[in-house]
């Protein structure tokens, strides 16, 4: 029986190597083919009942395992090509929102390596705006608490050099537990997304109400 149940793991092993050596092998052919969409979310100003801005959203090839960006960005990072993949991404992005106004502020995201390796290999996010005919000033850099906690020294450093070139800044799932408040306060953005698990039934729910008044008064 022992030995049954080391064979059954060996092959199931095995079976997750091929697996990931082909999704490898599909990711290639994605960066050479540049098989990425981007679709773009509306960022609505409630007060003015107006659009704010729009976030820039990417998918792999439809109906496979990358069309979702969960998977598209998760396996990438294992297989050690996040920061290729994200600079296909943000070249689509900005190449798709051409036909967009110049008046609506272009959301994007970008972890932290997606960074380093925009800085290493195309001069940096700032040329690569320019180079698609977009200011920094409509243009927003989203990030998660789980990438400022990556590196935070390094992070507040590219930070302040991407603000001092006029970007502005989110700080996307506030409220999921990846980091404290103190990354809000180091940071200083000036967007902050609250996760929709926070603002979920938030009329019903005065534990939630206290939490979101308190984020937004902080």
Excluded at 45 to 57: K, P, V
């Amino acid at each position: 029986v022992y030995g049954g149940v080391l064979e059954a793991r060996h092959d199931a092993l095995r079976q997750g190597e091929r697996l990931d050596a082909a999704r490898r092998s599909d990711l290639r052919r994605i960066l050479r083919d540049r098989g990425i969409s981007t679709v773009f979310q509306p960022i609505v100003n409630l007060d003015e009942r107006s659009i704010l801005g729009c976030e820039a959203l990417s998918r792999g090839p439809m109906g496979s395992y990358f069309e979702q960006a969960e998977n598209l960005f998760g396996f990438a990072q294992r297989a050690a090509m996040l920061g290729e993949i994200e600079v296909l991404c943000l070249e689509t992005a900005l190449v798709s929102a051409r036909p967009l106004r110049d008046s609506n502020v272009l959301f994007l995201n970008l972890s932290l390596e997606g960074l380093e390796f925009l800085e290493q290999t195309c001069g940096g996010l700032g040329r690569m705006v320019r180079q698609h005919d977009r200011e920094p000033e409509n243009v927003v850099l989203e990030i998660t608490e789980r990438t400022s906690a990556e590196d935070p020294a390094l992070m507040v450093h590219r930070i302040a050099g991407l603000r001092r070139e006029g970007f502005r800044i989110a700080i996307d799932d506030v409220g999921t537990g990846y980091s404290a408040l103190h990354v809000l306060a180091e940071l200083k953005p000036d967007f902050i997304k609250l996760d929709h698990l926070l603002v979920k039934d938030l009329d019903a729910e005065p534990i939630k109400q206290n939490l979101v008044s308190a984020v937004t008064r902080f």
